[in-house]
Every structure is written in structure tokens, then in C-alpha cells.
């Protein structure tokens, strides 16, 4: 095996010589690497935190709500004076939010991947991919401004009783928000098919649109897979567009024309408040955030099994 | 040949459409910006600079957010900076390939999906009661500093991958210990991503609102911050609860903040650009 060929771990490993100066070197060497090692271990820490925390404030919660209650109560009023704490209707609001963003975000989203990486000239797609870019980089509460103040006035003219909150153009807003993830994943997912499954396809007289629907997306399904399901984990877990356009009425609908309250806007409802902190009432953010964490994770750690797997497949 | 003749029909019109929904984003950007633009010029004046909040929105401004912000940035990039790119380090250039690494990777790679909102309340039970910093410019950015550490740490990782394997194998020949190396050789080489990485992270945080709302970064502050336990509210904040509220008036001054936000964010892209252009030039293999 060849010098170059090792990892930069791999040809470190070359013994210092015995002398005292040298033994004092590498003294200080073990410290450096044992500051770095500890740094890198900051990001397990902040998991345990967060799991801790979490965890944490949720178990006096459940012992005083029980969690059949939690997973099938349909009303959720902690903050009234007749309590319930059925987490459903928040779980409707995320999930219909959720899904007006995605039945928009996916398809934009593959479409444009599938037209940077199939059929934009170099020059087109220099240009395009960066201007894609730029609408990640907006922040969200900028987005919860636009949702409110333009999309729902717009949307008012054509959709009739749309009430001044509502799950649509809050969706929409962030399904706009979402596309450039879906479609820069969606891309690399795209462009490591190699070409020679392309040129085969050609060569048997296929059309470009033959080739993109029938060869590369088969080929790269994992990946665009997993972009759709990263893109589920952030509509999820999107929080300013809902708190500002979506809504704070915790009801159990599907009707996206009407005010819902999603999971991450009840916990900014609650931060907002006056509800001391202590109270059964306060800790109802940490058992709802408990729910997020665990939905996000489980949608995170699928993406990223699959995008490792494809990863192996075509290296 | 009639079939043929639409197949090649179908592909055109299929790239009608692809080309049109890769365009849409941009037309919505556009459409953002231009309602922004809109709504907000006119309030842009020096006074708006100047003034705190206020009950009136012709009087309201953004002083103590702008100052808020400030103040909550420069920590944030103290913080998390250093190790971020320490855990870089490790894990590209000593990291050996075992169980722990894989955890680790697995746990900065989940953590770049975990919503902001859930760092808000791990930075509520532990920066603002467990450590007692109360509602404090430091507990924000604390929390940002966490929030931000999974897009700094795959920056620098990617700026340190691209410094050629040669100079380090040299360096070592030379009888350079492995800190030697990467102090001398790699990091200077890997300065301009690094630094491109940390400005690109650190536009992230500045937009960043929901966590600071969990931790209970207030809204009505009429005082400049002046230390990192004052308490503080930051742009996107004001932004929040001007959007929030029913009248005009506070819409405009929303776009107004927005105008000024957007201003920070596309100098920060800027300087990014321009620093990985400047230093990339000086150094060349």
C-alpha cells in the first residue's frame, strides 16, 4: 500500500524518540488530543442534555396525566381551567402542516433536481443551484411574516372561508422553504448515478425524459427517499411559520383552511406566557417537546441509514 | 415514426415543467423580497436605528434588538468557534476508526436535524436555571453556540479533508509532531474554509428566533444591553412581535427590521465569499 493511499490517523503513528525534551513533547501532545477528543465530545453531552432534560421534566408530567390519556384524550386545554392534555389535536395540526408542505416541497423539489442535474446547461445550473440556496438561508421568521401578511391575503381571494390562521399558507410557505433541501439532496442523489447507465440507456434509443424517469431516479431512489423524509423531520419540527401564520388553537381537524396549533407553537405559546415554571402546566412543553424530539430522531436516523447504505453502493 | 415523434413531444413538454418548478422558488424569493421592499423602505430612517420598541409604532425601533443581536453573535462565535473546530481536528486528523468515532459522527450528524426549537428548551433547564443565568445575553448564546456546533464541526472537517495529504507526510518527515503539523501546516491551509464555514453558521444563529423565545429572550427591552448577563432580545425577536401584532403600523416596522436583517445576513454571505476568495488566492498547491 502506497504513502498516499493512508488516512491522515493512520500515518501519525510514528514513535517519538525516548529523549526527556521528547518525552515532554509528547505529553503535551496527549493533552492537545485529549482537549480536541473532549471538544468532539460536546456534541454526545448536548444529546444526553437534551435526552435528559427532556426525560427529565416529562416523568412528573406522567405521573400525574397518564399516558393513555396523553396519546388518546381529543382535547388539549392545559391551560383552561377544565384540563385536558390529549396531545392529538397538536399531533393533527404538526401533521397537517407538515403534509400541505411536503404535497408541495416534493414535487417542486424532485423536478428541480431532476432538471439541474439531467438537463440544465453547466452555465443555467451554475446560476440556479446558489439562487436555490439562497431561499434556505431566509430566516424562518421571515418566512412566518410572508406566510401571514402575503400568502393568506392571496390565497383569501381564491380560497373561500379561509379564516386569517390556518394550516395552508403556513404549509405552503414552508413547503416554499423545504425545496431547496429536497432538491440540492435530491441532486447529489441524481448526479452519483453514474453515466454509463445513462449512456446504455441512450444508446438504446431512449429519450432524455426516458432516461431521467426510467433509469436515474430508479437508481437513485434511496436518496431521494431519504432528502423526503430529511424534509419531513424540518417541517416537523418548523416552528416561527406556524406560531405566526398557522395559528394557536389546539383542534382536531384536518381541514386545512381552518386555525391549528402545531406542537412547536404550543411550546412557543407557553414560553411566551406567564405559567410558572414548576407547574403541571409548564411541563406539558417538555412532554410535548419529548413527542418532537422522538419523531424527528426516529425520521433522522432513517434518512441517514439510507444515505449511508447508497453511499456504499456507489463508491 | 409517430410514436417516436411524441416521446420526443413528451420529453419537451416534461422539460417545460421541470424548468418551471425549478424556477418557482426563485419567483416566490422574488415576490418575498419585493413585499419586504414594499413595506418596509419607507420606515427605514435613522431614527428607526436609534429608538427602543415602543406601544407606537410610528416611534417604535430596533435599538436594543440591533445591540441584542450584536452582543449575542460575537458570544455565540466565542463559544462555539473554538470547538467546533477543535472537534474538527479530532475527528479528521487523530480520530482512530472504532465505535466511539461512529458515535460520535452519528451524534453530530443527528443533531444537525434536531428542530432549534428542542435546543431552546435544553438551553431553558440548563443555561437559565441549572447554571442560574437567568434570561442573559450568555444563555442565548450558550444555546445558539450548541444549535450552530453540527454546521461548524462539518465545515471544518470538509476545509481540513482539502489540505493535500503530501504536506502533512513532509512535515512529518521533517520530524514534525502531529500538533506541530496541524498547527503549521494544515490549519493555515484550511483557514479560508474554516472561516468561510464559521461566517455561513453564524448567519444561521443571527436568524434564529424560536430557542430564544423558549429560553425567554424578552420583547419590550428599553435599555442597551451591556454586559453578557443583561437581559437582551435580538432582531428576529422584534421582528416576531411586530408581525404579531394587528395594526399597520408594526407591519411595516416588521418589514423595516426584516429589510435591516436581510441587509446583515447578504454582507455576512458576502464577506464569506470574499474571504474564501482572498485567501485561497495566497495559498496555492
Known amino acids: 500500500m502506497g504513502l498516499t493511499s493512508r488516512s491522515a490517523a493512520e500515518i501519525y503513528t510514528v514513535r517519538l524518540q525516548r529523549g526527556v525534551a521528547a518525552r515532554w513533547r509528547e505529553w503535551g501532545e496527549l493533552a492537545i488530543q485529549g482537549l480536541l477528543l473532549f471538544a468532539a465530545m460536546v456534541s454526545v453531552f448536548t444529546t444526553l442534555g437534551i435526552v435528559a432534560v427532556l426525560v427529565v421534566e416529562a416523568i412528573p408530567f406522567f405521573q400525574q396525566v397518564s399516558l393513555v390519556e396523553f396519546l388518546t384524550d381529543p382535547q388539549w386545554t392545559p391551560l383552561f381551567a377544565q384540563k385536558h392534555f390529549g396531545i392529538l389535536p397538536l399531533v393533527a395540526g404538526t401533521f397537517l402542516t407538515s403534509a400541505v408542505a411536503l404535497a408541495l416541497a416534493m414535487p417542486v423539489g424532485l423536478l428541480s433536481a431532476i432538471y439541474l442535474s439531467e438537463y440544465a446547461p453547466v452555465r443555467v445550473r451554475a446560476i440556479l443551484k446558489p439562487a436555490l440556496e439562497v431561499l434556505a438561508g431566509i430566516p424562518t421568521v421571515v418566512y412566518g411574516y410572508f406566510a401571514l401578511l402575503f400568502v393568506t391575503p392571496l390565497l383569501k381571494r381564491v380560497v373561500p372561508d379561509l379564516e386569517t390562521f390556518n394550516a395552508l399558507s403556513a404549509g405552503l410557505t414552508m413547503g416554499v422553504m423545504i425545496i431547496p433541501l429536497i432538491s440540492s439532496l435530491s441532486e447529489d442523489a441524481l448526479y452519483a448515478v453514474p453515466s454509463s447507465l445513462r449512456e446504455a440507456a441512450y444508446a438504446l434509443g431512449a429519450t432524455r425524459l426516458e432516461v431521467a424517469l426510467r433509469v436515474v431516479i430508479p437508481a437513485a431512489l434511496s436518496g431521494i427517499v431519504a432528502s423526503f423524509i430529511l424534509a419531513a423531520s424540518r417541517a416537523v419540527g418548523e416552528t416561527m411559520i406556524v406560531a405566526i401564520a398557522a395559528g394557536q388553537r389546539p383542534i382536531l381537524t384536518l381541514d386545512p383552511r381552518r386555525a391549528i396549533e402545531t406542537m412547536t407553537a404550543y411550546i412557543v405559546q407557553v414560553s411566551l406566557g406567564d405559567t410558572p415554571h414548576g407547574t403541571l402546566e409548564f411541563r406539558t412543553i417538555f412532554a410535548v417537546g419529548l413527542v418532537l424530539f422522538l419523531l424527528t430522531l426516529v425520521f433522522n436516523l432513517i434518512a441517514l441509514r439510507i444515505i449511508e447504505r447508497y453511499r456504499e453502493v456507489y463508491r | ?285
Do not use: C
Request: hydrophobic fraction near 55%; charge should be positive.
Open chain 2, 1 to 285: 415514426m409517430e410514436r417516436r415523434q411524441r416521446r420526443e413531444i413528451a420529453g419537451k413538454v416534461f422539460e417545460a415543467v421541470a424548468l418551471t418548478a425549478t424556477v418557482f422558488g426563485l419567483v416566490v424569493l422574488a415576490m418575498l423580497l419585493f413585499d419586504v421592499a414594499r413595506r418596509g423602505l419607507g420606515v427605514l430612517s435613522w431614527s428607526f436605528f436609534t429608538r427602543y420598541p415602543s406601544r407606537f409604532p410610528e416611534q417604535a425601533g430596533i435599538r436594543s434588538a440591533l445591540l441584542g443581536t450584536v452582543w449575542v453573535m460575537a458570544l455565540t462565535a466565542l463559544f462555539s468557534v473554538p470547538v467546533g473546530v477543535a472537534a474538527a481536528i479530532y475527528l479528521e486528523e487523530y480520530a482512530p476508526r472504532n465505535r466511539l468515532t461512529r458515535f460520535i459522527e452519528l451524534n453530530i450528524n443527528n443533531l444537525a436535524g434536531v428542530p432549534s426549537i428542542i435546543y431552546g428548551l435544553l438551553g431553558l433547564e440548563l443555561f437559565v436555571r441549572g447554571l442560574k443565568l437567568e434570561r442573559s445575553v450568555l444563555a442565548g448564546a450558550l444555546t445558539l453556540s450548541l444549535l450552530i456546533l453540527p454546521i461548524l464541526i462539518a465545515a471544518s472537517r470538509e476545509a481540513l479533508r482539502a489540505v493535500p495529504m503530501s504536506l502533512r507526510e513532509a512535515a512529518f518527515a521533517l520530524g514534525a509532531t502531529r500538533w506541530q503539523v496541524i498547527r503549521h501546516q494544515v490549519l493555515p491551509l484550511a483557514l479560508p474554509g474554516i472561516l468561510t464555514g464559521m461566517i455561513l453558521a453564524l448567519s444561521r444563529a443571527i436568524g434564529e428566533t424560536a430557542p430564544l423565545i423558549t429560553i425567554g429572550a424578552l420583547t419590550f427591552i428599553a435599555f442597551d444591553p451591556k454586559g453578557p448577563l443583561d437581559k437582551f432580545t435580538v432582531l428576529p425577536i422584534q421582528i416576531f412581535n411586530w408581525v404579531s401584532r394587528p395594526q399597520a403600523g408594526f407591519h411595516a416596522r416588521a418589514a423595516g427590521a426584516i429589510l435591516v436583517l436581510l441587509a446583515v445576513l447578504l454582507s455576512m454571505n458576502g464577506l464569506a465569499i470574499y474571504l474564501r476568495y482572498r485567501l485561497q488566492r495566497r495559498y496555492q498547491w
